[in-house]
């Protein structure tokens, strides 16, 4: 089973019945969290009750992005499963920020924390994030297992390093906040992600990161005046098999 399941689509704050990012990665078993903003625990522990996965990726420290690692952490700590340390892969003040939260338990004495940027090999992915402009040191990363890429931006603005994560991905997931002409050096409009998509020749293209109110039709019409391959918008509970 090969899959993407979306936990959260949401930019800054959650609307109301959804979740800020998070995404759950599964390769024939294998199973990968893609950032844990505000309301995704809940959803992954739908999927998997007792908080086991297999790996963590975050792509930066915002909190629309990370605070539900706090979460995983106590469920992992506090629940009545016993599990070895997985790889957390995250920039620096990810971890700093989180162990912020409260003395113990520290990140640290459940998960085997790597830094991002940088190339790690877990389990079937070899995973490559690279650094993307925002308001923070943040990545987006581009996970490889035999037969399947996947790339994911995180937050971004316009960068070369995009057309490189999403390199003839098998679904490239995009961050979509602004809409029309609005543009930032921190973030991207829908017709940004849908140009960086064809820059990459990605198979297929995932919106999401959507500001709370936004009507995500006009996202996924304006992606497809810039991409002529297929456009999927990231829906909390959306299944996409890879």
Known sequence: MR??????????????????????????????????????????????????????????AHSDHCVDLNGLLRVRHYGDAAFEPVPLLCPDDVARLVDSMEPEPRLADLFDVRALPGEYRVGPFLVHALTLPHHV????V??????????????????????????????FVVEATHQGE???EHLLCAREAGRWATRARARRLMLTHFWP??????????????FDGEILVADEGLVVEL
Do not use: K
Request: hydrophobic share 40%; aromatic share 6%; proline share 6%.
């Open 137 to 140: 040191p943040a990545v987006g």
């Open 142 to 171: 581009r996970l490889l297992a035999p037969g399947l890429t996947v790339a994911y931006t995180g937050d971004t603005g316009p960068h070369e390093n995009l057309a490189v994560l999403g390199d003839r991905a098998d679904l």
């Open 213 to 226: 109110g936004a009507d995500r039709a006009v996202s996924r019409e304006e992606a497809g005046e810039t």
């Open 3 to 60: 899959r993407v399941t979306v936990l959260g689509s949401c930019a800054a704050w959650p609307e109301p019945g959804r979740a800020c990012s998070g995404f759950l990665v599964e390769y024939d078993g294998f199973r990968v969290v893609l950032d844990l903003g505000f309301g995704t625990l809940p959803r992954l522990l739908e999927l998997r009750p007792s908080g086991d996965v297999d790996a963590v990726v975050v792509t930066h």
């Open 182 to 184: 609005q543009t930032s």
